[in-house]
Each structure stands twice: as structure tokens, then as C-alpha cells.
């Protein structure tokens, strides 16, 4: 099988990149490389550098390859900063997936999966969160997913195209050889950002907020690792071959306060991380906990490193190794 991955010189696009290659899919990388890194692209990957908001050279990609499927990574992917600057949120990350479906219809192409995220819930009724819960987007980013799911839906009804959407709670972890991992310029996410501290490249942790409605003040995540998420993302396109469109919540059900993580780091690095409290971040809930039970039971969906410690053991192992990212030498 062929397959598009769009955004796979990013952090998740770079995983599930180089799981599908280790299981003899065909990928053609597309990436513009504002956020990602050529290093991250696994080298039998045939690499295209392209902005799928210019639509003519989206449209040469797919007139020079016939693909089986898509997985859709490429977007803006900040809650606070598209809180600020909605419209690369709104109308960037809409007319990409725009111009990406348009081709992918035109050609034929019948499976596709979204990367989708828990922003689509800001205030749900229940927690864990179930994939049936009902939609409520937390901010531009969140709502430009959803206006993505929205197009997916059209094009299964017009064109019989199969989704899958993938609502990540909190990606994290690295591969476990160590080859790749996170690396944002600036970075915002909480791991990379304790480990950083434990590197001694920043100062402190400063907690966003410790007065929520949680046991310890600080807000509670549901952490996933970015090789489970991979693993789902094969399944998913594996399961697309029925023709049938769906949509999974990606969490391991477990919710750890910032508390904690940042303890177990410290356990981990052996290092005394320091951290300091300041004000909330704005478009933070207090708790996101995911209900997968869906894909586990549809398509036998298992999470191998669901455990905190191997998140930051694996996250860790990345960091310490590539202290400057893909720019370490
Ligand atoms: N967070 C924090 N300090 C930081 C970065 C993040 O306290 O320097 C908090 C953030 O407010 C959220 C949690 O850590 O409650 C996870 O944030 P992250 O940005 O990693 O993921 P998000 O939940 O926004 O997807």
C-alpha cells in the first residue's frame, strides 16, 4: 500500500512515518518544514517540501503518485495560540485539509484519517470522555478539527471516502531506540519542557495554574504515547478497507496532575527539577481524561507504554541524547 502522510516531519507524523515503513507501506512525506525536521523523516520515505495552501503543487503531488490512503497530520496545532491568531487556525488549517480532500476525491483516494484532538470536548457531560460525547470546541485549534471532521463527513457521503478521526488526548514519549522525539521551537508542551529544566536549559517549571478542582490544585491529562498513537493509526487504516467511516477518543483512561508528572520526572532524571506556580493558562480545562473503550474493542487498539514512567523514561532517553533536538550533533 502507498500512503500520504502529510505533517510527517512532526512530532506524531514522524512516528507513525516510520512504523508504517517498518511494516511495507510505501509513504510519501509531505511537509512544508515550518515546524518539522527533514532529520525526522525516515530516509525511505520519498520526501516532498510543499504547503498544502498552495493547491497546484498539492494537486502534482497526487497527479505523480496513486495513493491508498491519507493520514493528515500537517496543521497549527497551539490552543493558546490560536486563541491569538485565529485565523491560522480557522482558515489555515481548514483550506489546507480543504485543498488535501478536494485532490484526494478527485483521485480516487477511499481511506483517510484525521488527526483530530481532545479540544473537540471543552465541557463535557461525563468523565473519562467517550467517543459519543457531544461537541463543545475549546478554541480555534479545536474548532478547526471539527470543521475538518465536518468535511470528512461530506466526503464519505459524497464520494464514499473513509474517515477515521483520531482525537489525541495528550501526545507524548518518544520512540523507544531513541532516534526520534519531540522537538518544538519554542516548546510549550509540559514533558519537554520538565525535561528541559532537568537539562538545566531552563530555570524552572512554572505550573499554569494550582487552584483548579483537582486533588492537588494543578490540571489533570490523560498522557498517551506517541507509539501507541502510531499503532492506531495502522489499525485505523487497516480497518478504513470495510468503507466505513469512524471516530475514536486515543487515551490510556488514566489522568495525572502536573504534580505528578513532574515528580516522576524527577525520579527519573534523578535530577531536583525546580517549579514554581504562576497564573492559569486561558483555554485550559481542569481535567481531560480519555474513554478508549471504543477502539479497543472495534479494532483490538492496546497501549503498550501506559505507563507515566515509560512516557518519561522514553521522553527522557530522547532529551538527553538530543539536547538540541534534530540540531544536536
Ligand atoms: N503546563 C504547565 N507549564 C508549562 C506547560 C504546560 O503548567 O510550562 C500545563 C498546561 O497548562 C496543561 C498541562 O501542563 O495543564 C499540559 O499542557 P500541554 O501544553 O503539554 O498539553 P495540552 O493539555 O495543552 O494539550
Request: hydrophobic share 35%.
Amino acid at each position: 500500500m502507498k500512503v500520504l502522510v502529510t505533517g510527517g516531519a512532526g512530532y506524531i507524523g514522524s512516528h507513525v512515518t516510520d512504523m508504517l515503513i517498518d511494516r511495507g507501506y510505501e509513504v510519501v512525506v509531505l511537509d512544508n518544514l515550518y515546524t518539522g525536521h527533514r532529520e525526522a523523516v525516515h530516509e525511505k520515505a520519498v520526501f516532498v517540501e510543499a504547503d498544502l495552501l498552495d493547491h497546484p503543487a498539492v494537486k502534482q503531488v497526487f497527479d505523480a503518485h496513486k495513493f491508498d490512503g491519507i493520514l493528515h497530520f500537517a496543521s497549527h496545532t497551539l490552543v493558546g495560540e490560536s486563541m491569538e491568531k485565529p485565523w491560522l487556525y480557522l482558515r489555515d488549517n481548514v483550506v489546507a485539509a480543504s485543498n488535501l480532500l478536494e485532490e484526494a476525491a478527485e483521485h480516487g483516494v477511499k481511506r483517510f484519517i484525521l488527526s483530530s484532538t481532545a479540544n473537540l470536548f471543552d465541557d463535557p457531560e461525563k468523565l473519562p470522555i467517550v467517543a459519543e460525547e457531544r461537541i463543545v470546541p475549546g478554541s480555534p485549534y479545536g474548532e478547526s478539527k471539527y470543521m475538518i471532521e465536518r468535511q470528512l463527513y461530506w466526503m464519505d457521503r459524497l464520494y464514499g471516502m473513509a474517515s477515521c478521526c483520531l482525537r489525541y488526548f495528550n501526545a507524548s514519549g518518544a520512540h523507544p531506540d531513541g532516534h526520534i522525539g519531540e522537538d518544538h521551537t519554542p516548546e510549550y508542551h509540559l514533558i519537554p519542557i520538565i525535561l528541559q529544566a532537568a537539562l538545566g536549559q531552563r530555570e524552572k517549571l512554572t505550573i499554569f495554574g494550582d487552584d483548579y478542582p483537582t486533588p492537588d490544585g494543578t490540571c489533570v491529562r490523560d498522557y498517551v504515547h506517541v507509539m501507541d498513537l502510531a499503532e492506531a493509526h495502522i489499525l485505523a487504516l487497516e480497518a478504513l478497507a470495510d468503507g466505513k467511516s469512524r471516530k475514536y477518543n486515543l487515551g490510556n483512561g488514566h489522568g495525572y496532575s502536573i504534580r505528578e508528572v513532574l515528580d516522576m520526572a524527577r525520579q527519573i532524571t534523578g535530577k531536583d527539577i525546580k517549579a514554581e506556580s504562576g497564573p492559569r493558562r486561558p483555554g485550559d480545562p481542569a481535567t481531560l481524561i480519555a474513554d478508549s473503550t471504543r477502539i479497543q474493542e472495534e479494532l483490538g487498539w492496546q497501549p503498550e507504554f501506559n505507563q507515566l514512567h515509560q512516557i518519561i523514561e522514553t521522553a527522557w532517553n530522547w532529551h538527553k541524547t538530543h539536547p538540541e533536538g534534530y540540531a544536536t550533533k
